[in-house]
């Protein structure tokens, strides 16, 4: 929200439209990706920005297509996966001693 507020306010200074991204992992333990998949995030800045939801997995296949070291997208989009998969499990032990 603190982006999106600053990207207004920028915005409306130079007389610009706003826009904010908001970046999150994409896995459905997560509640930051559930919340971007049920458009969850909204302008509540009466239409002078808008946060646009995307996940770190769409920001390295974008790159993917673009970039010309291929191995470094790989190479960080298995990074990614891991770092999900151990956040993940995390996620999935606290439920388990706590349910």
């Known amino acids: 929200m603190r ?3 600053l990207a207004a306010v920028i915005g409306k200074h130079r ?3 706003a826009a904010a991204v908001a970046t999150f992992a994409d896995h459905p333990s997560f509640p930051t ?3 971007a998949k049920l458009d969850l995030f909204d302008a509540r800045l009466g239409g002078q920005a808008a946060i646009t939801p995307i996940s770190y997995q769409e920001i390295i296949d974008i ?3 673009v970039g010309l070291d291929q ?3 790989a190479d960080l989009s298995a990074w990614v996966g891991q770092k ?3 956040v993940s499990s995390r996620h ?3 439920a388990v001693a706590t349910g």
């Open 3 to 5: 982006k999106a507020v």
């Open 15 to 17: 007389n610009l439209h």
């Open 33 to 35: 990706a559930r919340k």
């Open 63 to 65: 790159a993917r297509q």
């Open 71 to 73: 191995q470094l997208w």
């Open 84 to 86: 999900i998969t151990t």
């Open 92 to 94: 999935s032990e606290t």
